[in-house]
Nanobody, 113 residues
């Protein structure tokens, strides 16, 4: 069955960096677009970035210029590098994909102070 497991979150001071990773299994990873979403306190889920099967990327305005998404099709992983972190970046970060249904992991907490 499809599984997505995020890791790499933590607590960091504003201006710092974090690298998030998502390990997937149970489907043909290389064929599908991957996305990172986040849920900040008191806010709806927000799409942060996506990377399609060809490596084309999109970023939300909130992280554009401060983040880099990448994928490793050999390892079935997707990563998100977050730089120049702001307090508003605090939230739970989820990786997600849509196959026949939407799938996402349990999330990893990012706290910026």
């Amino acid at each position: 069955h499809v599984q997505l497991v995020e890791s790499g979150g933590g607590s960091v001071q504003a201006g710092g960096s974090l690298s998030l990773s998502c390990t997937t299994s149970g489907y043909t990873y290389s064929r599908y677009c991957m996305a990172w979403l986040r849920q900040s306190p008191g806010k709806e889920h927000e799409g942060v970035t996506s990377i399609d099967s060809d490596g084309n990327t999109n970023y939300s305005d909130s992280v554009k210029g401060r983040s880099t998404v990448s994928r490793d099709n050999a390892r079935n992983t997707v990563s998100l590098q977050l730089n120049s972190l702001k307090i508003d970046d605090t939230g739970i970060y989820f990786c997600a994909t849509v196959i026949t249904d939407g799938y996402w992991g349990q999330g990893t907490q990012v706290t910026v102070s």
